[in-house]
């Protein structure tokens, strides 16, 4: 886990148990999701597995989730954000339903994890549809047998005189 040593969570309830491996697994998952750090660097969330191991040695998980939800973005989250994996973000966990902790989080808390995602859910379902329209119109140019200068054709550059 990246140099954090992993706190013992026996003491801690299996539903929150189960939340603490689902943190983990988070800090675990994010170098390789694409994010960026400020410097251009994978994503090493140092910081928030130290928060996770902190909160779980003196058995406040739960606060510590409730915290990440309720206060401003971290950078951390931005980053994730940003590289479309809102799904590796603690806004995700208390969204997530039938885990064994959900019971945990109430409507408020699931209604702030909501609008923090919501500008990233939508921004990712516009790329969706962009891509979507540009691999119609390539289609369309394919099937029809004309010719016709799409950037999308030639990787998205333009060329002399077009």
Do not use: C
Not at 11 to 20: E, F, G, M, N
Not at 29 to 48: C, F, M, V
Not at 133 to 162: V, W
């Amino acid at each position: 886990m990246q140099g954090v040593k992993r706190a013992d969570a026996s003491h801690l309830s299996d539903d929150l148990r189960a939340l603490v491996d689902d943190l983990r697994t988070i800090g675990e998952d994010a170098p390789e999701s694409g994010a960026l750090d400020r410097a251009g660097n994978p994503y090493r969330p140092s910081y928030y597995l130290r928060a996770v191991e902190t909160a779980v040695k003196k058995n406040q998980v739960l606060e510590r989730v409730l915290k990440w939800v309720h206060e401003p973005p971290t950078t951390g989250f931005n980053a994730l954000a940003d590289a479309g994996r809102a799904d590796l973000t603690v806004e995700a966990l208390v969204l997530r339903e039938g885990t064994a902790y959900a019971y945990h989080f109430t409507m408020a808390d699931r209604e702030a994890a909501d609008r923090r995602l919501e500008p990233f859910r939508e921004r990712k379902r516009r790329v969706e549809a962009e891509e979507l329209e540009r691999r119609a119109r390539i289609e369309a140019i394919k099937t029809s047998g004309q010719r016709m200068d799409l950037p999308e054709l030639r990787g998205g550059r333009q060329t002399r005189g077009g």
